[in-house]
Protein backbone atom coordinates (compact mmCIF):
# COMPACT_ATOMS: atom_id res chain seq x y z
CA UNK A 1 0.00 0.00 0.00
CA UNK A 2 1.19 3.27 -0.81
CA UNK A 3 0.75 6.03 1.45
CA UNK A 4 1.10 9.84 -0.15
CA UNK A 5 2.11 13.07 2.05
CA UNK A 6 1.02 16.20 0.12
CA UNK A 7 3.39 19.42 1.35
CA UNK A 8 3.82 23.14 0.14
CA UNK A 9 0.45 24.99 0.92
CA UNK A 10 -0.20 28.33 2.61
CA UNK A 11 -1.61 31.31 2.62
CA UNK A 12 -0.91 33.62 -0.12
CA UNK A 13 -2.02 36.72 -1.96
CA UNK A 14 -3.83 36.52 -5.76
CA UNK A 15 -1.06 36.86 -8.28
CA UNK A 16 1.49 34.92 -5.93
CA UNK A 17 3.08 31.28 -6.82
CA UNK A 18 3.33 28.26 -4.81
CA UNK A 19 4.94 24.47 -5.27
CA UNK A 20 2.90 21.40 -3.54
CA UNK A 21 4.64 18.67 -3.34
CA UNK A 22 3.47 14.84 -2.78
CA UNK A 23 5.56 12.51 -1.36
CA UNK A 24 5.19 8.24 -1.99
CA UNK A 25 6.31 6.09 0.55
CA UNK A 26 5.67 2.20 0.76
CA UNK A 27 6.22 1.47 -3.30
CA UNK A 28 7.60 3.48 -6.22
CA UNK A 29 4.80 5.12 -8.11
CA UNK A 30 7.09 5.36 -11.26
CA UNK A 31 5.14 2.96 -13.01
CA UNK A 32 1.52 4.85 -12.22
CA UNK A 33 -0.24 7.47 -13.11
CA UNK A 34 -0.63 10.73 -10.73
CA UNK A 35 -3.14 13.46 -10.46
CA UNK A 36 -4.10 16.79 -8.45
CA UNK A 37 -7.48 17.61 -7.32
CA UNK A 38 -8.52 19.75 -5.00
CA UNK A 39 -11.87 20.70 -3.06
CA UNK A 40 -13.41 23.88 -2.06
CA UNK A 41 -15.46 24.61 1.05
CA UNK A 42 -19.31 23.33 0.06
CA UNK A 43 -17.52 22.14 -3.20
CA UNK A 44 -17.45 18.64 -4.53
CA UNK A 45 -13.98 17.39 -5.22
CA UNK A 46 -12.48 18.50 -8.65
CA UNK A 47 -9.88 17.29 -10.56
CA UNK A 48 -6.91 19.74 -11.92
CA UNK A 49 -4.02 18.07 -13.26
CA UNK A 50 -2.33 14.63 -14.16
CA UNK A 51 0.78 13.55 -15.10
CA UNK A 52 1.67 9.71 -17.04
CA UNK A 53 3.87 7.53 -15.51
CA UNK A 54 7.01 8.49 -17.48
CA UNK A 55 6.13 12.51 -17.65
CA UNK A 56 5.80 12.70 -20.79
CA UNK A 57 2.17 13.41 -21.13
CA UNK A 58 0.58 15.76 -18.74
CA UNK A 59 -3.03 16.71 -18.74
CA UNK A 60 -5.24 20.17 -16.60
CA UNK A 61 -8.48 21.10 -15.99
CA UNK A 62 -9.35 24.38 -17.89
CA UNK A 63 -9.55 26.56 -15.18
CA UNK A 64 -6.01 25.97 -14.36
CA UNK A 65 -4.61 25.17 -17.85
CA UNK A 66 -1.68 27.85 -18.44
CA UNK A 67 -1.35 28.98 -14.49
CA UNK A 68 0.15 25.57 -12.89
CA UNK A 69 2.10 22.98 -14.31
CA UNK A 70 2.51 19.18 -12.84
CA UNK A 71 6.21 17.42 -13.17
CA UNK A 72 7.07 14.40 -11.23
CA UNK A 73 10.68 12.91 -9.84
CA UNK A 74 10.41 9.48 -10.00
CA UNK A 75 14.10 8.86 -8.48
CA UNK A 76 12.64 10.93 -5.44
CA UNK A 77 8.82 9.03 -5.77
CA UNK A 78 7.82 12.69 -5.71
CA UNK A 79 5.08 14.55 -7.83
CA UNK A 80 4.98 18.47 -7.59
CA UNK A 81 2.41 21.21 -9.04
CA UNK A 82 3.62 24.78 -9.79
CA UNK A 83 1.09 27.15 -9.26
CA UNK A 84 1.57 30.54 -10.63
CA UNK A 85 -0.75 33.26 -10.80
CA UNK A 86 -3.15 31.96 -8.02
CA UNK A 87 -6.43 33.05 -7.67
CA UNK A 88 -9.25 33.55 -4.74
CA UNK A 89 -11.04 31.02 -6.94
CA UNK A 90 -8.40 28.10 -5.96
CA UNK A 91 -8.62 28.18 -2.29
CA UNK A 92 -9.03 24.71 -1.93
CA UNK A 93 -7.62 21.61 0.25
CA UNK A 94 -5.37 20.08 -2.42
CA UNK A 95 -4.91 16.19 -3.02
CA UNK A 96 -2.63 13.83 -4.47
CA UNK A 97 -3.24 10.38 -5.92
CA UNK A 98 -1.92 7.58 -7.41
CA UNK A 99 -3.27 5.76 -10.61
CA UNK A 100 -4.37 2.55 -10.89
CA UNK A 101 -1.83 -0.19 -13.01
CA UNK A 102 -2.49 0.50 -16.40
CA UNK A 103 -4.62 3.02 -16.07
CA UNK A 104 -6.55 4.91 -18.54
CA UNK A 105 -4.57 8.16 -20.15
CA UNK A 106 -5.97 10.46 -18.37
CA UNK A 107 -7.39 8.26 -15.80
CA UNK A 108 -10.73 8.28 -14.68
CA UNK A 109 -11.49 9.52 -11.29
CA UNK A 110 -12.72 6.22 -10.29
CA UNK A 111 -9.34 4.87 -11.17
CA UNK A 112 -7.53 6.96 -8.54
CA UNK A 113 -7.22 4.29 -5.52
CA UNK A 114 -4.76 6.22 -3.38
CA UNK A 115 -5.25 9.43 -1.71
CA UNK A 116 -2.80 11.58 0.56
CA UNK A 117 -4.65 13.54 3.66
CA UNK A 118 -4.36 17.09 1.34
CA UNK A 119 -2.52 20.59 1.69
CA UNK A 120 -4.82 23.65 2.28
CA UNK A 121 -3.99 26.48 -0.22
CA UNK A 122 -5.99 29.89 0.48
CA UNK A 123 -5.58 33.23 -1.95
CA UNK A 124 -6.72 36.31 -0.88
CA UNK A 125 -7.71 38.83 -2.84
Known amino acids: QVQLVESGGGSVQAGDSLRLSCAAS????????MGWFRQAPGKEREFVSA????????YYSDSVRGRFTISRDNAKNTVFLQMNSLKPEDTAVYYC??????????????????WGQGTQVTVSS
Open 97 to 114: AVATYGSSWPPRPYEYKN
Open 51 to 58: IIWGGGST
Open 26 to 33: GRTVSNYA
